[in-house]
């Protein structure tokens, strides 16, 4: 299975920072890499999908880059709403895989 | 609206079974290749397994494969999960979620919209 590795696990920032979240794949994926955001209670939401497409409806302050193994998930200017966790996902290969997480909380 | 709601979860006994339901609305049922995703506290999200629009194509988890049977009934709009030999790890709860892509298949396995899950827990 092809494992993937988010880093850091959990970051404090405040609102109006720039985020930056990294995700590594164990092989090449392409860029078969998708980002997902999940609040306490709720359903993981998709963000980004083949690394760097934003998904309908997601802000723009929302980007994502990165290709072969290594990937990173950026938020220009965070906002209150944003505090949550963030999962990258690869569709590279079946059984898709998860990253571990990223708990991004409030200073 | 889209709209994925899981049911069938409960408790249930180590070696017995369980069958899950996702009723599925507002959108046409039958393009889309639909999935169950599990997650726990210690292990986070793991995908289970996959059935495409046409039932055509089916893949699972090795962790459930000769376990779990994926079905999709597509004149009732509805996907299931069939459980069997249950064990203390397939503690979780359980998404059916929806591919973004029609028709689309492997590399188009990106989620886009998710049911709110169903709790499983196996306990003696």
């Known amino acids: 299975d092809i494992q993937m590795t988010q880093s850091p696990s959990s970051l404090s920032a405040s609102v109006g920072d720039r985020v930056t979240i990294t995700c590594r794949a164990s092989?090449?994926?392409?860029?078969?890499l998708n980002w997902y955001q999940q609040k306490p209670g709720k359903a993981p939401n998709l963000l980004i999908y083949a690394a760097s497409s934003l998904d309908r409806g997601v802000p723009s302050r929302f980007s994502g880059s990165g290709s072969g193994t290594d990937f990173t998930l950026t938020i220009s200017s965070l906002q209150p709403e944003d505090f949550a966790t963030y999962y990258c996902?690869?569709?590279?290969?079946?059984?898709?895989?998860f990253g571990q997480g990223t708990k991004l909380e409030i200073k | 609206e889209v709209q994925l709601v899981e049911s069938g979860g409960g408790l249930v006994q180590p070696g017995r079974s369980l069958r899950l339901s996702c009723a599925a609305s507002g959108f046409t049922f039958d393009d889309y290749a639909i999935h169950w995703v599990r997650q726990t506290p210690g292990k986070g999200l793991e995908w289970v397994s996959g059935?495409?629009?046409?039932?055509?194509?089916?893949d699972y988890a090795d962790s459930v494969k000769g376990r779990f049977t994926i079905s999709r009934d597509n004149a009732k709009n509805s996907l299931y999960l069939q459980m069997n030999s249950l064990r203390a790890e397939d503690t979780a709860l359980y998404y059916c979620?929806?591919?973004?892509?029609?028709?689309?298949?492997?590399?188009?396995?990106?989620?886009?919209?998710w049911g709110q899950g169903t709790l499983v827990t196996v306990s003696s």
């Open positions: 059935i495409s629009w046409d039932s055509g194509s089916i």
């Open positions: 979620a929806k591919v973004a892509r029609a028709s689309g298949w492997l590399n188009q396995g990106y989620f886009d919209c």
């Open positions: 092989q090449s994926i392409s860029s078969y």
């Open positions: 996902q690869q569709s590279y290969r079946i059984p898709y895989t």
